[in-house]
C-alpha cells in the first residue's frame, strides 16, 4: 500500500453579483487571504457537501456581504491551476441581481479575508494580473455578464 496523498482539485463557487442601480458593474473585494492576497475577488467560496450551486451562490454572498441575491443562475465555469502555489480549484461562477426589498448596499462581514466591497465596471476592471485565478480566466474566457445569456437547460446532478 502507497503512502502517496492523492491531491485532488477543490470546488469553488464565486458569484457576479449586479445591481441595477450599479448599471455594468459587478461587486469585487481585494482578498486578505494568503493565497491570492491583493487580488481582486469575486464573492464566494466552497461547495459545501450536498449543497447546490444556487444554495452555494447565496449563502457565500449573504456571508460575506450581508446582502439577499434574486434571479441566480449558472454564469460560466473556471479551471484554474497553479501548480507553483499547489493550487487547483474548478469554480462555478454563478450570477445573480442584489435583491432592492431584502438588502441595502453590501458591508464586508468578513474584514480579516477581504479589503471592502465595492461596485466595479466589468469594462473597467484592473489589469488581469491583479485579479484571483477564478476571476482571471473568467475574463480569459471573453465573458461579459451583461451580454452573455446562457440558458442552462440541464438539470444539475
Same mark, same amino acid.
Given at each position: 500500500?502507497?503512502?502517496?496523498?492523492?491531491?485532488?482539485?477543490?470546488?469553488?463557487?464565486?458569484?457576479?453579483?449586479?445591481?441595477?442601480?450599479?448599471?455594468?458593474?459587478?461587486?469585487?473585494? /481585494?482578498?486578505?487571504?494568503?493565497?491570492?492576497?491583493? /487580488?481582486?475577488? $469575486?464573492?464566494? *467560496?466552497?461547495?459545501?457537501? *450536498?449543497?447546490?450551486?444556487?444554495?452555494?451562490?447565496?449563502?457565500?454572498?449573504?456571508?460575506? @456581504?450581508?446582502? %439577499?441575491?434574486?434571479?441566480?443562475?449558472?454564469?460560466?465555469?473556471?479551471?484554474?491551476?497553479?501548480?507553483?502555489?499547489?493550487?487547483?480549484?474548478?469554480?462555478?461562477?454563478?450570477? *445573480?441581481? $442584489?435583491?432592492?426589498?431584502?438588502?441595502?448596499?453590501? %458591508?464586508? $462581514?468578513?474584514?480579516? /479575508?477581504?479589503? *471592502?466591497? @465595492?461596485?466595479?465596471?466589468?469594462?473597467?476592471?484592473?489589469?488581469?494580473?491583479?485579479?484571483?485565478?477564478?476571476? @482571471?480566466?473568467?475574463?480569459?474566457?471573453?465573458?461579459?455578464?451583461?451580454?452573455?445569456?446562457?440558458?442552462?437547460?440541464?438539470?444539475?446532478?
Amino acid at each position: 500500500m502507497s503512502d502517496t496523498v492523492v491531491k485532488r482539485p477543490g470546488v469553488g463557487v464565486g458569484v457576479l453579483v449586479t445591481d441595477p442601480a450599479h448599471p455594468g458593474c459587478v461587486l469585487v473585494g /481585494k482578498r486578505r487571504s494568503q493565497v491570492g492576497k491583493g /487580488k481582486y475577488q $469575486l464573492p464566494g *467560496g466552497h461547495l459545501e457537501f *450536498g449543497e447546490t450551486w444556487e444554495d452555494c451562490a447565496h449563502r457565500e454572498v449573504s456571508e460575506e @456581504a450581508g446582502v %439577499r441575491l434574486m434571479n441566480v443562475r449558472f454564469a460560466s465555469v473556471v479551471n484554474s491551476v497553479r501548480l507553483e502555489e499547489q493550487y487547483h480549484y474548478i469554480t462555478i461562477i454563478m450570477q *445573480g441581481e $442584489l435583491d432592492r426589498e431584502l438588502s441595502g448596499e453590501p %458591508r464586508n $462581514l468578513e474584514p480579516d /479575508k477581504n479589503e *471592502g466591497w @465595492a461596485w466595479t465596471q466589468w469594462d473597467q476592471f484592473p489589469p488581469e494580473e491583479q485579479l484571483f485565478l477564478p476571476l @482571471a480566466g473568467l475574463r480569459q474566457q471573453g465573458f461579459h455578464p451583461f451580454r452573455n445569456t446562457v440558458i442552462n437547460t440541464e438539470k444539475q446532478l
